[in-house]
């Protein structure tokens, strides 16, 4: 019969790739039973249910063990547990949530909204508890991208969410009704910005997502200094122009102490439908090379597509109606970029857990 030292010496060969370290001494891997007849059974614990090495460490992680000589059976369960960021206090900044990730971008017409919403319903598919704020002020969209138009209730002086495509969301243009303009002073938006975040009943939630507006105004200052961010993922296009001011948001989020979990190049490629071929009609690869230069991370580019555009305009994530299109499956690759980030951030200082 295999020892329990022998099965997690062969697992300690796994390493994490984002943590730099073996998934043993992170502690991933729990409830390990040997039986007399040789069969294994363990629990191999994520750091994220979005985890972009799921499967590869499943297989891997099975093949190690049955190898193990008198190894009859491997019983395996995946799962995952998202760890609370690491603020300096017991209690999250909003009750029940884990972690607030903001996306942000220098200017509007980068498609920033609906890159945030198809991020987190990507990150609710992966089987993430997720929530979505609308942070938007003066040009909410995410109710009409996620077809939503009722307004939240209140229950006990506190905002209960609306719930789309399993995920939670609350947005100044429910609140206030979508077709009326914001004409506000930066006073009345930080306060809309502290009452959606701090009065509302998100309950558990791995992530809540921000959208915020476009540029460095009022709402980003705001959010930045109310709460506790994991980090901002940044949204820009291409060009030389869109990406200068895109930069130009990252360092003031910088400069406030949030940390950049990276560009996302939005409208990156377009495939032509007659002949098949890739064409960079925004330029390529600028934000890879800017993210290389600043030393902040590169989470992926998103195609110019079609089937984006038309489920956002339908009031449906394109990764919920059409998975299968190549702009979902580099949006899904994004989001687990994106949590990929935010595990190392909340791991860093996890101590080496010795478990034999």
Known sequence: MPSREEVLSVLSAIKDPDLGRDVVSLGMIKDLAIDEAGRVSFTFEL??????????????????????????????????????????????????????????????????????????????????????????????????????????????????????????????????????????????????????????????????????????????????????????????????????IALKALQMFRGLNVTPLGLVENMSWFVCGDCGKEHFIFDHGKAERAAQRLGVPYLGAVPLEGSIREEADAGTPVVVSRPDTPGAQALRQVASALAARISVQSYRQLPVINVR
């Open 47 to 244: 750091t994220t249910p979005a985890c972009p090495v799921r499967d590869r460490f499943q297989t891997l992680a099975r093949q190690l063990v049955a190898d193990i000589p008198g190894v009859t059976a491997v019983d395996l369960e995946m799962t995952a547990n998202v760890r609370p960021a690491f603020n300096g206090h017991r209690e999250p900044a909003i009750p029940g949530v884990k972690h607030v990730i903001a996306v942000g971008s220098g200017k509007g017409g980068v498609g920033k909204s609906t890159v945030a919403v198809n991020l987190a319903a990507s990150l609710q598919l992966s089987g993430a508890r997720v929530g979505l704020l609308d942070a938007d002020i003066y040009g909410p969209s995410v109710p009409g991208i996620l077809g939503v138009t009722e307004q939240p209730k209140l229950r006990d002086q506190r905002l209960i969410p609306l719930e789309a495509f399993g995920l939670k969301l609350i947005s100044i243009g429910l609140l206030a009704g979508a077709d009326k303009a914001m004409v506000w002073r930066g006073p009345l938006v930080a306060r809309a910005i502290e009452q959606m975040l701090g009065d509302v009943e998100w309950g558990e939630l791995d992530y809540l997502v921000v959208d915020l507006p476009p540029g460095t105004g009022d709402a980003s200052l705001t959010l930045a200094q109310s709460v506790p961010l994991s980090g901002i993922a940044i949204v820009c296009t291409p060009q030389e122009a869109a990406l200068r």
